[in-house]
């Protein structure tokens, strides 16, 4: 039998606790940290929270944290409304936005990763590079032939709600991060969240490029590489379903391939 060890300079080790409980309305926060410039092993620091002079989100936490406790965290954020997908990160074992996670949902201390299986530029920010790559080869944009109006392309109610759970994809990559087909073969696979925004395009009724969407959505991995595990659908913060528009854009090309 094959025995799998992780590198020793990769195992989280426990780290420093900050402040101490004030009272019986603090909440604990255990965090990753991890530095690149230091040759240390990535630790979990510890740091108690007042939920009575606190937001009741996550992020609010983790702002405190950074004002008044710690200037050292390094973590993305925005909006603080759920619309950029910046405060993705994993919290107690899902991935999920930190300004939508309550944190009334965690029982005892509440553990905050950065998005599993991606490189980590430092502490919960992870390097959302090669996402993106896939993301941009999906080329993201409306592509037609035809003559250009003179004024905008026209789009009827019954062909604008076909886009519904689609269009809303805010690219926090929750999806990915959770996708295991995405984990073993992210160089060739670009995961649940590109292949649902080439089905968001496929769907557009004003592109005119559909066919040559769904070709380059098999290639080389595409869609033909995810199992359908569901790991996506469960962990998207928006409720879409990226393993549906996979099995959409599979009938799709086996459609078209049979007719050609």
């Not at 790559?133 to 019954?158: F, I, K, M, V």
């Not at 959505?217 to 590489?225: D, L, T, Y």
Request: with cysteine.
């Amino acid at each position: 039998m094959v025995a799998l060890m992780l590198p020793a300079n990769s195992r989280v080790e426990q780290g420093r606790q900050w402040n101490d409980r004030g009272g019986t309305d603090w909440v604990e926060f255990q965090v990753y940290r991890w530095h690149p410039e230091t040759q240390d092993n990535p630790r979990l620091d510890s740091y108690w929270v007042d939920r009575s002079q606190c937001g009741p989100m996550v992020l609010d936490a983790l702002i405190k944290i950074k004002n008044e406790i710690d200037p050292t965290l390094a973590f993305r954020r925005s909006c603080r409304e759920g619309i950029c997908g910046s405060c993705s990160m994993n919290i107690d074992g899902r991935n999920a936005l930190a300004c939508q996670r309550n944190i009334e949902q965690g029982v005892g201390p509440i553990h905050i990763y950065p998005l599993p299986h991606m490189r980590v530029i430092r502490d919960l920010v992870p390097d959302l590079s090669q996402f993106f790559e896939h993301y941009h080869r999906t080329e993201p944009w409306l592509q037609t032939e035809s003559a250009t109006p003179d004024h905008e392309r026209l789009q009827g109610r019954d062909d604008r709600a076909k886009l519904d759970g689609l269009y809303e994809c805010i690219l926090c990559a929750c999806c990915s991060a959770a996708c295991p087909s995405y984990w073993w073969n992210s160089d060739v696979f670009p995961g649940p969240a590109a292949l649902l925004q080439t089905h968001r395009w496929v769907r557009d009724s004003r592109d005119e490029n559909a066919p040559e969407r769904v070709a380059r959505s098999a290639e080389p991995s595409g869609i033909w590489g995810c199992r359908q595990i569901l790991n996506c659908a469960k962990a998207c913060p928006k409720g879409l379903n990226p393993a549906r528009s996979i099995a959409e854009l599979r009938k799709l090309q086996l459609g078209w391939t049979r007719r050609s």
